[in-house]
T-cell receptor
């Protein structure tokens, strides 16, 4: 596609439920990143994919968070047993393999945990 | 650990004014610095990217400077317009493991009053 696409754009769910967020990167971009933007906070790095592997998942805040990427394209971020502190905007970005290329961002998924 | 600070947190100016947004970072060993714009409910749009070897970049009414040794960058917006109203984010990246690790500031929320 023309840009990074994320779905859903908004998600409201009850505490304790599992949620799945999707990111469709720019075609041909092998690098994919997930970030979290909490109210009043800067963007927080969660995980980086190169192809289907995740060489850096150091930003995942707990074992309730996991992510996968299949076919070197679409990625899903899964949050299990959601907590209220998980409420945030989750942003995905992609870039080409070359490390000097900028990241292109999607519009994010706004997650609200009741 | 890299930390990025942006000052001011919010700024309100009348249309037509020139303005400067400030960004500082603690670790000068950066690969590049990028300024983004974020509109409400939207993702990030890249405005300017400065490589570590460069001192400034210009795009239209925007000019970004970088002083790596002192850990500072400024974004200058000339002849501000109401359409410039948005949150401006500064992000610095370091290279490691073959990819860019990006650290963001919290942003400066700009309002340009007609």
């Amino acid at each position: 596609g023309a840009g990074v696409s994320q779905s859903p754009s908004n998600k409201v769910t009850e505490k304790g439920k599992d949620v799945e967020l999707r990111c469709d990167p720019i075609s041909g971009h092998t690098a994919l990143y997930w970030y979290r933007q909490s109210l009043g906070q800067g963007l927080e790095f969660l995980i980086y994919f190169q192809g289907n592997s995740a060489p850096d998942k150091s930003g995942l805040p707990s074992d309730r968070f996991s992510a996968e990427r299949t076919g070197g394209s679409v990625s899903t971020l899964t949050i299990q047993r959601t907590q209220q502190e998980d409420s945030a905007v989750y942003l995905c970005a992609s870039s080409s393999r070359q490390s000097n290329q900028p990241q292109h961002f999607g519009d994010g998924t706004r997650l609200s945990i009741l | 650990k890299q930390e990025v600070t942006q000052i001011p947190a919010a700024l309100s100016v009348p249309e037509g004014e020139n303005l400067v947004l400030n960004c500082s970072f603690t670790d000068s060993a950066i690969y590049n610095l990028q300024w983004f714009r974020q509109d409400p409910g939207k993702g990030l749009t890249s405005l300017l990217l400065i490589q570590s070897s460069q001192r400034e970049q210009t795009s239209g009414r925007l000019n970004a400077s970088l002083d790596k040794s002192s850990g500072r960058s400024t974004l200058y917006i000339a002849a501000s317009q109401p359409g410039d109203s948005a949150t401006y984010l500064c992000a610095v990246s370091t290279l490691g493991g073959g990819y860019q690790k990006v650290t963001f500031g919290i942003g400066t929320k700009l309002q340009v009053i007609p």
